[in-house]
T-cell receptor
Framework: AQSVTQLDSHVSVSEGTPVLLRCNYS??????LFWYVQHPNKGLQLLLK????ATLVKGINGFEAEFKKSETSFHLTKPSAHMSDAAEYFC???????????WGAGTKLIIKP | DADVTQTPRNRITKTGKRIMLECSQT?????MYWYRQDPGLGLRLIYY???????NKGEISDGYSVSRQAQAKFSLSLESAIPNQTALYFC??????????????FGDGTRLSIL
């Protein structure tokens, strides 16, 4: 069965420093993986997706993620945090064998001035 | 105007009441979804519909029902609301094709409180 684990419920970084949000997945088949962002009192927006093409995926707002099959990881990174990045981030996995998206529990990103 | 619109945005009601949450979209997508979000649990799928005549149960459909009135409209009903259905509810849409490759587009959510 597929599952997603976001390893940190909260991550706090200073503005201008790198961001790392960690995600591990479990999947029986070749998965597709997504990162979504949720700003306070708003819906969810797609940041980026991996669908078996290049393992390094670039998304919006300077974020990127690297698919590492050997580590079953899909960590989200950004070189320099901005105050507007403060939000909750969700890692999502989907298998080719069924329709479902399986959501991680989320990581709250806090940006310190 | 938002591409995916949910109404109401907030609702407080009492145990045992019937409640309907509505979702409409202007994206022209065939596929629509209802999720609930609880703190620390991420999103869980309640129901999904791949077209007007195709409705399927998700992970947590008990206590809920849906209606796909048209391609653009997908409503969620709680027949007899109970307090543990207090949550943030999201409607989403996606294009057809291979499900796994299609990103989903979300409304801003409905915050539902059941007393």
């Amino acid at each position: 069965a597929q599952s997603v684990t976001q390893l940190d419920s909260h991550v706090s970084v200073s503005e201008g420093t790198p961001v790392l949000l960690r995600c591990n997945y479990s999947s029986s088949y070749s998965p597709s993986l997504f990162w979504y962002v949720q700003h306070p009192n708003k819906g969810l927006q797609l940041l980026l997706k991996y669908t078996s093409a290049a393992t390094l995926v670039k998304g919006i707002n300077g974020f990127e993620a690297e698919f590492k099959k050997s580590e079953t990881s899909f960590h989200l990174t950004k070189p320099s945090a901005h105050m507007s990045d403060a939000a909750e981030y969700f890692c999502v996995v989907s298998e080719r064998s069924n329709y479902q998206l399986i959501w991680g529990a989320g990581t709250k990103l806090i940006i310190k001035p | 105007d938002a591409d995916v619109t949910q109404t109401p945005r907030n609702r407080i009601t009492k145990t045992g009441k019937r409640i309907m949450l509505e979702c409409s979209q202007t994206k022209g997508h065939d596929r629509m979804y209802w999720y609930r979000q609880d703190p620390g649990l991420g999103l869980r799928l309640i129901y999904y519909s791949f077209d007007v005549k195709d409705i399927n149960k998700g992970e947590i459909s008990d206590g809920y029902s849906v209606s796909r009135q048209a391609q653009a409209k997908f409503s969620l009903s709680l027949e007899s609301a109970i307090p543990n259905q207090t949550a943030l509810y999201f409607c989403a849409t996606s294009e057809g094709g291979q499900v796994i490759n299609q990103p989903q587009h979300f409304g801003d959510g409905t915050r539902l409180s059941i007393l």
